[in-house]
């Protein structure tokens, strides 16, 4: 495990009295031990790393991890009550936003003498700020989507529908080397622009309908998110008004980025120069979120999150405005917080583009 | 709601004595529903459906469903906490394989007069069996996932490698309309194929290989799920004895499905034959698992399976035999269960190709 993931674990298990921490999650487990299948719990104490899987990965598990005991089981609730006896442990702290109720209860069953500690504020920071070989993973997931749209653009046309040209970019960030989609796209045109998740439809791209391209690819476990609107035929001035409206909330929340300033005040810069312009209404969710192993993940940046930034984060900004029945517009671009300021990962230029 | 389906719910509240059914897993919302977005809640009661979602899905909730009330919310615990309280409930079921821990506390916390009944066992009945419509989704999915693979075997020669073989059939998945795949496509060749979960890598396929393709397509909702392996040039005698051992053991499986058939006998039938011809320690998994809505579900059918077959199941039956360094053999079809016995929806026959 690499040294500052370790010192997080041990420093969790100091400030909260724990002896070990079970991790359930996928997105963690892959943080801490490396392994990538799609099923495997560890049990991490002060001496010990174990990882306990199936018989389907008992041999990648090997292959994938360093220093860890590899425990393979039948059953997942007995496997992990086996290797915690033979620890001499009180208290073990849980993922308890992601352990289910029965394998909770499974487990406070058949652990007479150690107490699981539910864990959630405590364990969100812990892929928060990005390493550096975490940030080149990312942005080779933006390289690979961005490539990939952009070979695409002859697609955007009238008369082509929205899911056909999904699919186009789809595939090409396939054969460009992504192991998957972070999300499905979302091609969302005309008035189907006002649903903020407009998942890509059978609707043909018109004239005059301006069209929120909502795309990520994934490369080596991390996540791209990015959306660029575009204006298929000339604009007209209410869409440039209200394209250049969010395109300066967008510039402004990024211009006030710096370790230090609390994640609502990012929000409200964005938020609040909507509102001076008449749109506050059409502004409905939080500003941007965390991109890592998790497409969404910490922080959140949004009007009701507590903290600060800080240098090493990775998150998106995208505000956007929805009018029903007219459309709307979003531009979302993936931000590294560094000492100076932000670097915007994304390197698709967000001036409105016309086709 | 379907007639059936709200009498399953109504039978599940009066045997286990509760006001309630809480639905938080996005199948079962589906299921009774007829939502298709990421994130709701259903709070089924003798005499209210309750809908409980986001700002980002109230209009689609509004659409897809019939005689739910549609309650967005801004947090969902105190969404679901809202609707709870205009009901008089005492006892309200959860699906504990599913809430997480955090969920069940919040709730149990903020909810003085409502208990929360952890259900596990008393709904895995709630899909088991497929009606009309959920068996024309699941014979338009596996005609989209056969056709794309059918109209690629050209790409089954020596020097494409797996990924690309597996891209190709994916891509056209999505052409011939799927909504997404139903699993990441295995394509197992040569030494490979002794992994039961080997997903498409970079080797090149090789002249004498044997190679597993498990795959699938997603339509409205419903999976498909099947397994060809062929074989690339002339099979060897060891390499024909083998398929043809796992042929009949598939043969003997579904030979022997009719209702009231306890699952185990099913799974015997196929183990029992592997085992007699001297393989019996290189088939590990079970023989098979329904196929709906999840691409995984109820029934299982295993060796430690309890329960017997019912008219109206849909399952895989996929026995394999994988040796280590040699490869492997998987046939896998879909089988629906009719008074008669089995009808396998599956359509590609399973004699060995060889290409």
Redesign the interface.
């Known amino acids: 495990m690499k040294k500052q993931r370790y010192k997080w674990v041990m420093d969790l298990l100091v400030d909260n009295d724990l002896q070990a921490f079970l991790v359930t999650s996928l997105e963690n487990v892959r943080y801490f031990s490396g392994f990538t299948?799609s099923d495997a719990t560890l049990l991490l104490t002060k001496n010990e790393k174990y990882l306990m899987t199936d018989?389907?990965?008992t041999?990648q598990a090997k292959n994938e991890t360093r220093g860890y005991r590899v425990v393979e089981y039948v059953k997942k609730v007995m496997g992990i009550v086996d290797v915690i006896s033979t620890q001499h442990v009180d208290r073990i702290g849980?993922e308890?936003?992601?352990?289910?109720?029965?394998?909770?209860?499974d487990l406070t069953a058949k652990l007479d003498k150690t107490q699981l500690v539910?864990l959630?504020e405590e364990i969100r920071t812990a892929r928060i700020k990005k390493d550096a070989s975490e940030i080149r993973s990312l942005r080779k997931a933006i390289a690979i989507a961005e490539k990939a749209l952009e070979s695409n653009m002859d697609h955007i046309k009238p008369g082509i529908n929205e899911r056909d040209l999904a699919?186009e970019v789809?595939?090409e960030m396939?054969?460009l080397g992504a192991e998957?989609l972070a999300f499905?796209t979302i091609v969302a045109s005309g008035y189907r622009g006002s649903?903020?998740?407009g998942r890509a439809s059978g609707k043909k791209l018109n004239k005059g309908d301006l069209i929120v391209i909502d795309f990520g690819a994934r490369y080596n476990g991390y996540h791209s998110d990015e959306t660029c609107t575009v204006c298929l035929g000339r604009p007209t001035k209410e869409q440039r008004t209200i394209y250049s409206i969010v395109k300066e909330a967008h510039d402004r929340a990024i211009s006030s980025i710096r370790p230090g300033i609390p994640f609502q005040d990012i929000d409200r810069t964005a938020r609040q120069y909507i509102k001076e312009k008449g749109y506050g209404q059409h502004f409905?969710?939080g500003l941007g979120h965390g991109v890592g192993l998790a497409v969404h993940e910490e922080p959140r940046v949004s009007f009701d999150t507590a903290g600060v930034l800080q240098t090493g984060m990775v998150f998106t900004v995208e505000p956007g405005i929805y009018i029903p029945d007219w459309g709307g517009v979003r531009i979302e671009d993936m931000v590294l917080v560094k000492p100076e300021g932000a670097e915007v990962l994304t390197q698709i230029d967000k001036e409105i583009k016309v086709f």
């Open positions: 299948g018989s389907r990965y041999t849980i308890s936003q992601h352990m289910t109720y029965a394998l909770f209860s539910p959630d699919q789809e595939f396939r054969r998957s499905d649903l903020p998740h409905g969710h």
